[in-house]
């Protein structure tokens, strides 16, 4: 990777984000600020050169920051030698013997000054509660991070190596193991005794690495890696180291448990993955050597790198690997172990590799004085998943991985990138509408929608994509009252107004009155946008502008001589909602829009439509007749045919004032009377059907003028119509038998004239033809007197069908005769009927009174002997005929009862009254009633409605009647008049 100014600098205030080593990488910076600037220009040329050369750039998968909080302070006297991270904790090595107990924000929460040189390793127990370190005064140190204790081992010879019992809290025997330039791999431990130092290795060169994971310890030395199991205190495995690679001082071995099972070896430039197995029985040998369970080690995986591997961490299936670059000429210094001049180094790189060596990303970091450090000044810790030892290890779901790179004046971390450093890298690379999508799918922080969409915004603007950049305001501004505005006028400003306002919203948010009038005006301003003025003015509500300030803007357009209809359909609108209806409706009728006339109805508009009638007649003739026939008391007729005259002779408005005239005629004749005369001849026009059904029902024309055009016209049935008026029968009937020679239409005109001449000259003008004669014959029935017809036929005329005419003569006559002779049989028969029905009725009895001959208080509040004074008073005047005159009797119609001569109201009694007059008191009936000639028990009807009669009374009912109180019929008849009729029989 080559360096370059670009690669140092940062893109982020708050972020450090790495590069691909194809394009320059980003600076790195303490608390997110800028990198620093040691680098030359030529460096940056070459970026340039390498950046041209790129045809499509990877997004990187981590992202960097230094680690802030003391660490630069601390880092500023001093000089970082080694790292290693717990769960909670960070802790830092230096090269003045200090170890640094820090958070992962860099604050230092703890410090033992444990050492008097350089701190080569660091160690933490599983549960972060101890931290063990060597160091080169040839001490290893086991400090307590929560309490005092700290125990100190002192072995004469600089130590490289360290690593803590995970369990070394829980375990009373408190293991470490140890190793340095002495050659020995010592395990410590603590017995009965005290703490006591066992051998597990020596002989083979100094011990430059160990990790500790569960029973496994793995280290290196010069001849290679080892693994023992402490649970079987047997060495598993040795692994040589890679061939040719440089002296382990110079390039240090790297060793990470990535799980309990996995062991990556990274030395110089191999690394090697070999997985722990256990045995079964099937794999046991025949000879037994190997017992069942016995663990081995397997190698899964190697592979040689073209860089120098200064640490490495697990990276989920694939691995993390800090690389130094070399030069060639270092690299043979590497190899002759000979120390190179400084200066020369390149950026260290952070690199995710497959365990196929398939490199997915690289990073090249500025770190702080690069140039001047080796390949062992850096160092890669990573945070290890909960329940790992500080070897190495996976991460819990939802743990984010951590990467801290070391450098003697640098502490960088490293994590995955999330979504929002994607939506960044993303528009940092113009690919705003990936960056959206992005925003979109819901990952990222709701506050960078903004942010995106404003950048995506300005892009699309700045490529002149001012269509999709509005389109997408909906979506990219949400609810922002205050980005909406900002936008509006901004398109405003680029004099693009017309494509975003479709866009804006009208409510949540709802904007400024002011923002809705800038567009408004924008678009009435330019006739191009006229149409589109109208759909925003007809979609948006009238509450959120100015509407008279709007009027007065469409006003004063259409004033400068812009007619678009588009424009005078927005002002009706805007008229409209300002309840300006007079101007709507000229605006309509401009228009010709077919809505006007439901416009006229709904608001009553008749009165406004005097200018207007003949382009509503020109619009839509049936329904503007309509309107104006049926509010004729609004625009009179004669303005009406006024406008229609004056507009000419054309055809067109002819016709109109034909339909006019006749639906104000069918409306009300009367109407339209002073017309009438024209109408005629609009009638013979148009409808020459409706003519004489016009003739027969007005009387308001002249008969001159009208027969005049009906000559014109040829119109025979009218001019016979309209001589019969004018009394000119004769010339009317010739007109019927010469021109139409429909007989039985003659008959019908004569008939009507009721004129016996006009038969006869019927009968005159019928003889010279004898098809008419013919004609004649079979309309005789009920008009003529047949034999006097024959007798007037000339002798010699050959009528057709004469025979069969005369047998319907014949036969015509019988029937009439004998349908006469029916009616009057009917006739007389009716008439008995009715007369005896009238009889019948005549003789029927009415009870006036109560059952109990007491007071009673009728319906109309009278009592009973106020009734029946009134009662006989008005029949004393009346007899059945309806004529007024005295009754057969003296006492007939007085208003007297006819046995004792009482006026009846004189008497609280009920009365019995008949239809001949005649009244009787009850109680005088029942003193008569043994009289022999004062009941007929078969003729006479008594009917009572309000009661039952008194005892006497019903002694006078005949033999066999029922007595129901509730419904009685007594059948009586009057006294008088039932004696004066026997009387008369007896006579004669």
């Not at 170890?99 to 972060?128: P, R, W």
């Not at 400090?143 to 809290?169: C, G, I, Q, W």
């Amino acid at each position: 990777m080559s360096s370059s100014e670009n690669a140092a600098a940062s893109t982020s205030p708050q972020s450090l984000l790495s590069a691909p080593r194809e394009v320059p990488s980003p600076a790195l910076s303490a608390d997110g600020i800028d990198g620093d600037d040691e680098y030359d220009d030529d460096d940056a040329g070459d970026d340039l050169e390498d950046e041209e050369e790129t045809s499509e750039e990877e997004e990187p998968r981590l992202k960097y920051q230094r680690l802030g909080g003391s660490v630069p302070s601390l880092l500023s006297s001093d000089a970082a030698s080694c790292i290693t991270v717990s769960e909670r904790m960070i802790a830092l090595g230096t090269h003045d013997g200090t170890v640094h107990i820090l958070d992962y924000q860099g604050n230092q929460v703890k410090e033992f000054a444990a050492h008097t040189a350089t701190v080569n390793e660091l160690s933490f127990d599983i549960v972060g509660e101890c931290i063990g370190s060597c160091s080169d005064d040839g001490s290893v140190v086991i400090n307590s991070l929560y309490t005092d204790e700290k125990e100190k081992f002192e072995y004469h010879r600089p130590m490289k190596a360290v690593a803590v019992d995970p369990d070394y809290v829980r375990n009373s025997s408190k293991r470490f193991v140890a190793g340095g330039l002495a050659g020995q791999l010592i395990l410590n431990m603590k017995g009965w005794l005290g703490h006591r130092d066992q051998v597990l290795h020596s002989g083979e060169g100094p011990i430059h690495a160990t990790r500790w994971r569960r029973s496994l310890i793995a280290w290196a030395n010069d001849v290679g890696v080892k693994v023992y199991d402490t649970a079987s205190h047997q060495r598993l495995t040795y692994i040589e180291c890679p061939k040719g690679s440089p002296r382990a001082e110079l390039l240090r071995p790297h060793l990470v448990w990535q799980d309990d099972t996995l062991l990556v070896i990274g030395w110089a430039h191999s690394i090697n993955i070999a997985a722990i197995r256990t045995r079964d029985a099937g794999n046991v040998s025949k000879k037994g050597a190997l017992s069942s369970g016995a663990k081995y080690v397997e190698i899964v995986a190697a592979f040689q790198t073209d860089y120098y591997i200064s640490g490495l961490g697990p990276y989920g299936d694939a691995l993390v690997i800090l690389a130094y670059i070399p030069e060639k000429e270092e690299q043979a210094d590497a190899a002759n172990s000979i120390i190179s001049r400084q200066g020369h180094a390149q950026r260290p790189e952070v690199r995710i590799i497959t365990w196929q060596n398939e490199e997915l990303a690289t990073d090249a970091l500025s770190i702080h004085g690069y140039e001047h450090y080796k390949a062992k000044d850096y160092v890669l810790a990573h945070a290890p998943f909960s329940g790992s030892s500080c070897a190495g290890g996976q991460w819990a779901a939802g743990d984010e991985p951590l990467y801290f790179i070391v450098s003697p004046k640098d502490v960088v971390v490293a994590r995955p990138r999330d979504t929002d450093d994607h939506v960044g890298w993303l528009l940092q690379h113009g690919w705003h509408e990936e960056a959206l999508a992005a925003v979109e799918a819901g990952k990222a922080r709701t506050e960078l929608l903004e942010e995106v969409g404003s950048r995506y915004l300005d892009h699309l603007i700045l490529e002149r994509q001012y269509a999709e950049a509005a389109s997408l305001c909906p979506k990219l501004l949400h609810g922002s009252a205050a980005a909406w505005e900002r936008w509006v006028f901004h398109f405003a400003h680029l004099r693009q107004l017309p494509v975003l306002a479709s866009y804006i919203p009208t409510s949540n948010p709802q904007l400024r009155d002011t923002v809705y009038e800038v567009v408004l005006n924008a678009l009435i301003t330019n006739p191009v946008h006229h149409m589109q003025l109208l759909s925003v003015i007809t979609s948006w509500p009238s509450s959120i502008y100015s509407v008279p300030a709007i009027i007065r803007a469409m006003e004063v357009q259409l004033g400068s001589g812009s007619n678009s209809t588009f424009l005078q359909e927005a002002l009706a609108a805007l008229y409209l909602v300002d309840k300006q209806y007079d101007k709507v409706l000229a605006l309509y009728v401009e228009l010709m829009k077919p809505d006007v006339f439901d416009f006229i109805e709904e608001h009553n508009l008749y009165d406004s439509i005097h200018d207007v009638v003949l382009p509503l007649l020109k619009l839509d003739g049936k329904r503007a007749v309509s309107i104006l026939v049926q509010h004729r008391s609004e625009v009179c007729s004669s303005e009406v045919v006024s406008q229609l005259q004056k507009a000419g002779t054309e055809e067109m408005y002819r016709h109109l004032l034909h339909l006019y005239l006749h639906e104000l005629f069918e409306k009300d004749p009367n109407a339209g009377r002073d017309f009438h005369g024209l109408q005629i001849e609009l009638y013979a026009e148009y409808e020459p059907r409706l003519l004489l059904p016009f003739l027969h029902s007005s009387h308001y024309y002249s008969l001159d003028k009208a027969y005049e055009v009906c000559m014109r016209r040829g119109l025979t049935r009218e001019q016979v119509f309209i001589l019969g008026r004018m009394g000119n029968s004769r010339e009317a009937l010739s007109l019927i038998i010469k021109e139409l020679q429909d007989m039985q239409e003659a008959v019908e005109f004569v008939a009507a004239q009721h004129d016996d001449e006009l038969w006869e000259e019927l009968i005159k003008q019928s003889l010279s033809s004898p098809e008419m004669i013919g004609a004649l014959f079979e309309h005789t029935v009920g008009n003529i007197d047949p034999l006097h017809l024959i007798n007037m036929v000339p002798n010699g005329i050959c009528i057709p069908r004469l025979r069969d005419r005369l047998v319907r003569i014949i036969t015509d006559y019988r029937t009439e005769t004998s349908l006469r002779h029916g009616c009057n049989d009917i006739l007389k028969a009716d008439c008995v009927d009715l007369l005896v029905r009238y009889y019948d009725e005549a003789r029927h009895a009415t009870y006036i009174g109560s059952r109990d001959d007491g007071f009673t208080q009728d319906i109309n509040g009278q009592t009973g002997s106020q009734h029946r004074a009134s009662l006989f008073a008005a029949s004393s005047v009346t007899n059945h005929c309806g004529k007024v005159g005295r009754m057969p009797t003296t006492v007939g119609g007085s208003g007297r009862c006819c046995i004792c001569l009482d006026p009846v109201a004189l008497q609280n009694v009920s009365v019995i009254a008949f239809f001949c007059s005649h009244a009787y008191h009850v109680t005088c009936l029942t003193d008569s009633s043994e009289h022999p000639k004062v009941i007929d028990a078969k003729r006479r009807e008594f009917v009572t409605t309000n009661g039952i009669p008194p005892k006497g009374v019903r002694g006078m009912l005949e033999d066999g009647l029922a007595e129901d109180e509730d419904s009685l019929e007594l059948h009586m008849r009057c006294i008088l008049c039932t004696t004066a009729a026997a009387l008369n029989r007896h006579k004669t």
